[in-house]
């Protein structure tokens, strides 16, 4: 149930369950990179004098990344969740639930990368998720986004779930020019498609841009 959706989480870090998690940089951003961020000095939502903010639901996840990234680091308590930052104010990552987040304190973001929260999320969080990312949006964005895409079934539908391109179209064509850049299949000897009984699993990654 949605009520639940950070304890969830919080479990799999504690549990060492957290198989997303990668030290090597995604290889959407090592591609696409160009696309997300065109010019320097933009501010970042998930370098190049960029300014970039995260979002992160479990407290452990952020201070293994200052601890990993050998950064320090303050501690501010907010009213609607918790921001670690670095000295320059260069990176800020919030920890909080994400339908709880102040969107006027966020502000308005040039880029974001959606890496592994749309194929996360619950089903029925979906719609209030996108209306929060969307009002982010600074005029001239670029948002890339990665998802999943296989045929779900009763054995198995995420996470992380299935997120056809109709979808995204459903949800951002009505502010968002959607182009697929990389469709990537995932290697049919990986243990997850057999383990989630799933004959295929393609990950594809969109940039996403003002369409007028």
């Not at 990668?22 to 960029?50: E, M, T, W």
């Not at 990312?133 to 001239?140: I, V």
């Not at 290697?187 to 004959?199: F, G, Q, T």
Request: glycine share 6%; proline share 5%; net charge negative.
């Amino acid at each position: 149930m949605p009520g639940d959706r950070v304890e969830r989480w919080s479990e799999r870090w504690e549990k060492g369950n957290t198989r997303w998690h990668n030290k090597d940089v995604n290889y959407s951003l090592l591609h696409h990179g160009g696309l997300l961020l065109p010019s320097p000095h933009l501010r970042v939502f998930y370098d190049a004098g960029h300014t970039v903010v995260g979002i992160e639901a479990v407290e452990k996840g952020v201070l293994e990344f200052f601890s990993e990234q050998n950064l320090s680091y303050s501690t501010e308590q907010l009213s609607w969740g918790k921001l670690h930052k670095t000295k320059d104010d260069r990176l800020s990552i919030y920890c909080s639930d994400m339908m709880k987040v102040d969107v006027a304190a966020l502000g308005k973001f040039d880029a974001v990368w959606d890496r592994g929260s749309l194929v996360a999320i619950y089903e029925e969080d979906r719609e209030c998720y996108v209306q929060i990312m969307k009002s982010l949006l600074a005029p001239d964005f670029r948002y890339l986004l990665n998802v999943t895409q296989y045929t779900p079934d009763e054995f198995f539908s995420g996470p992380p779930r299935n997120v056809p391109r109709e979808l995204i179209e459903q949800f951002f064509g009505d502010m968002c020019k959607i182009e697929l850049l990389e469709s990537v299949k995932w290697p049919e000897e990986d243990e997850r498609i057999a383990n989630w009984n799933l004959k295929s699993m393609t990950e594809a990654v969109f940039i996403l841009s003002p369409n007028n």
